[in-house]
């Protein structure tokens, strides 16, 4: 039978989630690869891959499919990697340069604007390099590990998940694993895929598991092997849960009043093994 086609991000808060795939047999069912985490969305889009790490905005523009239960990469304080960063104060910032690499950030800044900081503004996608950025903006939207590398004393910055929480009190969602219903349709029927997930999920957040992923991720981005762990245990909320279904409902609602995103679909899931057996 043919392996599921998995895209998945190469970024540091997806490590534990792949360490199955990794570490253990789960990756000799799947055919893995790794992108941004808008090149996931179009994978997927595109029929290129089967389950995808898609940002939580491609959920509301790609048909078709369907959630992987129990498992997100959300935050419920101040997440670090998804930054505003800006030359001057943050009232003051009128051209916003925005990172290409994620659809969510870029509705959840828009959104953030407009009910919160002081309205429209002039928004221009580009590449995250955050000094050509604000060479020719007043700020600039940068996630994932790049956001991690900035310096942080050197510009008026704000943290999109810790703005979010704090005017709504929910968590927020950026990216959930997805799959095309169509794939799910030619799968082996005894591939419980959630298990799979979420088993991946939990061995990667054992501590044994932190040890390996901080040891290795710390000299790429130039942090401490603790800045590493405090990063993924801390600021990084790996369960799909009720306040985040909660909170990812809230964000889809005010992206459509905004017109940053079209209004969202009704969220289903992938059955699990057990719900099949009831």
């Not at 499919?65 to 943050?90: E, H, M």
């Not at 009128?94 to 690499?101: E, F, G, Q």
């Not at 942090?223 to 590493?228: I, K, P, Y």
Request: hydrophobic residues 45%.
């Amino acid at each position: 039978m043919t392996k599921l086609r998995i895209s998945a991000i190469s970024y540091l808060n997806t490590a534990p989630l792949m360490w199955d795939f990794e570490h253990a047999q789960a990756g000799e069912r799947f055919d893995i690869s790794y992108t941004l985490p808008s090149a996931c969305a179009r994978a997927l889009s595109e029929g290129k891959a089967d389950i995808g790490i898609i940002p939580a905005a491609a959920y509301t523009q790609i048909p078709g499919l369907q959630i992987l239960p129990d498992v997100a990469i959300a935050s419920r304080r101040a997440v670090r990697s998804i930054l505003l960063v800006s030359k001057v104060p943050i009232e003051k910032a009128y051209t916003v340069a925005l990172d290409t690499s994620s659809m969510t950030s870029v509705a959840l800044t828009k959104v953030l604007f407009e009910k919160w900081l002081g309205g429209a503004r002039i928004f221009t996608s580009m590449a995250p390099d955050i000094e050509q950025m604000l060479a020719e903006h007043d700020a600039g939207l940068v996630i994932g590990d790049p956001a991690l590398k900035i310096d942080r004393s050197r510009y008026a910055t704000i943290d999109l998940a810790e703005e979010w929480i704090r005017h709504t009190g929910k968590p927020f969602v950026f990216a959930f694993w997805a799959v095309r219903s169509a794939a799910l349709r030619e799968a082996d029927p005894s591939l419980d895929l959630a298990a799979v997930f979420r088993d991946s999920r939990d061995h990667g957040l054992e501590g044994s598991s932190l040890n390996q992923i901080a040891r290795e991720w710390a000299p790429r981005l130039v942090l401490s092997e603790a800045d590493v762990r405090s990063y993924l245990t801390k600021n990084i909320h790996y369960q799909l849960d009720a306040g985040c279904l909660e909170g990812l409902q809230l964000f889809y609602r005010y992206a459509a009043e905004i017109g940053a995103l079209p209004a969202s679909a009704q969220l289903r899931f992938v059955e699990t093994a057990k719900a099949i057996a009831t």
